[in-house]
């Protein structure tokens, strides 16, 4: 097969892929399925837009996620310490498989299950809280909340010991180029907090999945503390920080479609159908983790060199009416399988059942306790990250 090195893209703004993604995705989509641009960082990238290019190069073992397979000076990206960096989202095999293997059993669809009453029973002390006040900015109140208590739980955080994940979470993905030390300054909290978790738990050791993971580097010896950390702080971090993004676009998406939000009222039993067209339609990541290829790869029958940065576009990929037909419509009844918003092949999201899980019951508890559920202000008042990365909002006001 003939392939062609495209000149750089004259179609992409990378503030537009932040102000309006899909109309933006769009374009370059139906221009061609491979462009060259410029991200905001001020380094050049390949973007894939296409349903079918994205799908397979997410499984395609000679695109790497390990930062080494990067060309010299080609990438620069989040700058962690050793002790945070070497998680999955830095890994290929056979690191990525032995690490994944000691964590996934955490994640299975049983265990998730068992999780499923707490997950009810904090849902519905936090819509306690805001009941009586008529209104709520429903990501402070709800959205945040309810993930970040769910993965504490899981991991064995104690409540006292939960900090601002969410500022943290924010300085890192979102940065404020007006404030470059907040970032640093969320790393080295982080790392704090980390060190000092461990530390708390190899003193006194419990039924979490935390100890667990000490147990099996301080016994087993399967990892390096390094990874330990590392595992600790990806657990959090995505744990929280992609269930809390679902969950706003989805309560959005909802309170903006109210035909399809009547609906999903007169029959709950499709939420979870719903929570994967949900998961398509406005997803929280827009672009998958970045991948370097090991060798030159063909993509949409363009080269792309070794060691270059790739950008995979799922939120491109979901509106290619190649794979979905009226892609830009929300469709609650529409079979949504084949979404790539958890990801694909072998890096295919670790906690995917619990977010499903959480989004599900988050959006059941919320529809229940509030029939007269309406957005406060216009929907185009409604803020969002100023992030290509993260597709989320920084509140969702609401009255009821």
């Not at 070497?86 to 996934?104: E, Q």
């Not at 909340?145 to 955080?157: K, M, Q």
């Not at 009226?326 to 977010?355: E, K, N, S, V, W």
Request: aromatic letters at 4%.
């Amino acid at each position: 097969m003939s392939t062609t090195t495209p000149s750089h893209s004259p179609l992409v703004d990378p503030a537009e892929l932040i102000a309006d993604p899909y109309g933006a995705y769009a374009r370059l989509r139906e221009a061609g399925p491979v462009h060259r641009i410029t991200g905001t960082d001020g380094l050049p990238a390949w973007l894939v837009t296409r349903y079918h290019d994205v799908r397979h190069a997410l499984a395609d073992p000679r695109l790497s996620l390990d930062k080494g397979n990067a060309r010299p000076g080609g990438y620069h990206g989040l700058t962690l310490p050793p002790a945070l960096d070497a998680n999955l989202l830095n890994m290929d095999p056979p690191d990525h498989t032995r690490i994944r293997r000691l964590v996934s059993r955490a994640f299975t669809p049983r265990r998730v299950a068992l999780l499923r009453e707490p997950v009810r029973k904090t849902a519905g002390l936090l819509l306690d809280t805001i009941a009586p006040h008529g209104r709520a900015d429903l990501i402070a109140s709800y959205a945040a909340p309810l993930p970040i208590t769910v993965i504490c739980e899981l991991l064995g955080v104690a409540p006292h010991d939960r900090q601002d994940f969410r500022a943290w979470t924010d300085a890192l993905v979102a940065p404020d180029p007006a404030q470059p030390d907040r970032a640093k300054e969320a790393v080295r909290s982080m790392l704090a907090f980390f060190t000092q978790l461990l530390a708390t738990k190899r003193a006194a050791p419990a039924d979490d999945l935390l100890s667990a993971l000490i147990a099996v580097r301080d016994e087993e010896d399967r990892l390096s503390e390094d990874e330990l950390m590392s595992l600790a702080f990806l657990v959090l971090f995505a744990g929280y920080e992609n269930t809390v993004h679902l969950i706003g676009n989805a309560t959005l998406a909802l309170l903006s479609h109210p035909g399809q939000l009547a609906e999903l009222r007169a029959d709950p039993g499709r939420l979870a159908g719903a929570v994967e067209e949900l998961a398509r339609y406005d997803g929280p990541v827009p672009l998958a983790i970045r991948r370097f290829p090991t060798e030159d790869v063909v993509i949409g029958g363009i080269t792309v060199p070794a060691g270059e940065t790739v950008l995979l576009s799922l939120a491109a990929a979901h509106r290619d009416p190649r794979r979905f037909t009226d892609p830009d419509r929300l469709d609650l009844g529409r079979d949504a399988t084949g979404h790539l918003a958890l990801g694909h092949g072998i890096h295919y999201c670790l906690g995917a059942p619990l977010a499903r899980m959480e989004t599900e019951i988050a959006l059941a508890a919320l529809l229940e306790r509030f029939p007269g559920l309406v957005l406060d202000v216009p929907v185009d008042e409604v803020r969002r990250r100023p992030s290509m990365r993260a597709r989320g909002l920084l509140s969702l006001p609401v009255r009821f």
